[in-house]
Each structure stands twice: as C-alpha cells, then as structure tokens.
C-alpha cells in the first residue's frame, strides 16, 4: 500500500466486501474511478497480488482513484466463491457505488480480467461513453469463456500478456481476440505473474493511460 491508500469495509449483495482505495496523485488532473479485480481467489489471488498492485498503482499515478477489492471468501469479505457470477455483482455494484455517473476505468487480472469483462459486457450499452480505459492482463481465456469487447470500444482497450505463460496459453487469448480483430500486446519472455517484469508492466499500462 502506499500512503494514499484506504482502507474499508462495505456491504454489497452478499454482505461485507473489502476494500482498498488507491488515491489519485494530486499532481495529475483528476480523471475518474478505476476498478481492478484480482485473480483467482481458489489459487491463492488477492486484491494484494502483485500485478494488481501494479495496476493500481499505474491508474493512481495517472489521476484516477482506484478501488481494488477481495472477491467474496477472500480476506475480510463474507460471501463463498461463486465462479464469477457473484463476483460480477460485487464488481458492478462498486462502481455504482462509488461511481453511479462520471468516468469511470476497468482492469483486471487473470480470473480478475474476466470478471472485468463480464461486468463490461453487462454495462457497456448504457455507460459506453464513460467508460475510459480497459486494461485486461494474462486473461483467463483458457479457463472461462470470456465476453468479446464490443467493437466501438477497441480503441479504448489494452490487453497484455506474458510470451510464455504457462497459466493461460497465449494461444488461447489470441484465439479469444481473433474473432474480435482486437489487438494483443505481446511481451517477450514473460510468464502469467510477470516475475521480474513488473516495471515494464506499469510503464506499458501507463503508456496507455496517457493516449485515452
């Protein structure tokens, strides 16, 4: 965590959901709300893992606020593992919350980058215009059927993925993207949790940041 981040507890669909809250640099116009999700919370994923933290942190130093959340079961938050259905509520639910009009931004990682795009797909008719930025990392293609990114909105869209993941297939995310004509940016020699690479990691992140 850093010093501008905050701690809370609120209740959504299935009681408490914990949170972090990342504060937009002071130094940055402020752009609006960002929400990351994590990854798989049965394989050990956090709103603490290490490539979440790297979103958020790119998202802050780029003037959004960030919110960052434990999937139900996780941490503090009540709730069980609901294979993505409930986490899309929770996820839907603290945008309106926290953002129910204005710009917002959504990123996630892994299992994180599905429940982000299944959000998306549910939301997008209605919130196409404030919604900013899409940032997707090591999606969970291999392992869920991920909702396609509607066409009007691919240039608002960053998807990264590690060369050599050997927890989702690079394969399977360009056979995801394929059909879509949706651009993947991929980073050499670089496995699903970016080992060694976070740096790289944010600095593409916040390149995109600056050009929507």
């Known amino acids: 965590m850093n010093s501008k981040t905050e701690r809370s507890i609120i209740q959504g669909p299935a009681g408490a959901i914990e949170c ?58 009540e709730g069980v593992h609901d294979n993505g259905v409930g986490e899309v509520q929770d996820l839907l639910f603290l945008i309106n919350y926290f953002a129910a009009s204005g710009p917002i931004a959504m990123a996630g990682f892994s299992f994180g980058a ?32 991920v909702p396609m990114i509607a066409q009007s909105m691919h240039d608002k869209v960053l998807v990264l993925h590690g060369e050599i993941d050997d927890t989702v297939p690079l394969q399977n995310v360009l056979d995801w993207a394929r059909p879509q004509s949706l651009a993947v940016t991929v980073i050499p020699g670089v496995e699903h949790f970016f080992h060694g690479q976070l740096p790289l990691l944010k600095n593409l992140i916040s390149r995109h940041l600056r050009l929507v």
């Open 114 to 145: 599905f429940v982000t795009s299944s959000a998306i797909s549910q939301i997008y008719t209605t919130r196409e215009s404030d919604i900013k930025s899409i940032v997707l990392v090591g999606t969970a293609a291999s392992r869920f059927t």
């Open 20 to 77: 972090l809250k990342d504060l937009a640099s002071a130094e940055i116009p402020f752009k609006g709300w960002a929400f990351v999700a994590h990854p798989h919370p049965l394989f050990g994923g956090t709103m603490d893992n290490k490539v979440v933290q790297t979103l958020a942190r790119s998202f802050s130093q780029n003037g959004w606020n960030v919110v960052r959340f434990n999937f139900r079961g996780v941490g503090q938050s």
